[in-house]
């Protein structure tokens, strides 16, 4: 398998649930991301990684904790979130982690909180 | 400040029509990077073309050329003889601040090619 994965593509929740998001890039990046994508709103960068350490946090609230036991796998544990959460999470990568890096995506996850 | 406007919202042309998407983008930094992605239905962004900010080389790739001018900040992008299968969001980006991570998106403008 080749590129950036992502699951589930589809995850509905309540809002006392609690559920991960994974990701995984095969392309021997070092850098690893996530964005949230909300309807008519430019993509957000929420969580960066480089070499296995957390080195961006954009305020993001504490319901979402990003987890990357290595630089293939990154993950996003998600509890008691909110309705205006609901939007297509998704995960990039790049080689390095400077600006000038291509970042690589991957199909996103859609999740709906009820 | 960084910005990044895509002031097209939504576009719609008939199939083999020409179409140029729009981008300017607004930076003080002299060293920057421009980014096209494509986002079809499926949702995975779809990398397209960097630039840096030393090259103002229009570029061609098959269907698609980008015509990058410094002087009026903009990255304008083109498809040519559009195909239904063109049909998707695309994003213009820009990074810059040397060692920061930061992808600034356009709001993105959403191609639709009629059959």
Redesign the interface.
């Given at each position: 398998e080749t590129g950036v994965t992502q699951t589930p593509r589809h995850l509905v929740m309540g809002m006392t649930n609690k559920k991960s998001l994974k990701c995984e890039q095969h392309l021997g990046h070092n850098?690893m991301?996530w964005y949230k994508q909300s309807a008519?709103?430019?993509?957000e960068?929420m969580f960066?990684y480089?070499f296995k350490e957390q080195?961006?946090n954009n305020s993001v609230p504490s319901r979402f904790s990003p987890e990357c036991p290595n630089s293939s796998h990154l993950f996003l544990h998600l509890h008691t979130l909110q309705p205006e959460d609901s939007a297509?999470y998704?995960c990039?990568s790049s080689q390095g982690?400077?600006?000038?890096e291509?970042?690589?995506?991957?199909?996103?996850t859609?999740l709906l909180v009820l | 400040a960084q910005k990044v406007t895509q002031a097209q919202t939504e576009i719609s042309v008939v199939e083999k029509e020409d179409v140029t998407l729009d981008c300017v983008y607004e930076t003080r930094d002299t060293t920057y990077y421009l980014f096209w992605y494509k986002q079809p239905p499926s949702g995975e962004l779809v990398f397209l073309i960097r630039r840096n900010s030393f090259d103002e080389q229009n570029e061609i790739s098959g269907r698609y050329s980008w015509n990058f001018q410094k002087s009026t900040s903009s990255f304008n992008f083109t498809i040519t003889a559009s195909q239904v299968v063109d049909s998707a969001v695309y994003f213009c980006a820009l990074s810059a601040d040397e060692g920061t991570y930061k992808y600034i998106f356009g709001t993105g403008t959403r191609l639709k090619v009629l059959a």
């Open positions: 850098a991301y008519k709103k430019p993509l960068l960066v480089n080195t961006e297509l998704l990039a982690g400077a600006s000038q291509t970042q690589y995506f991957g199909p996103g859609r | -």
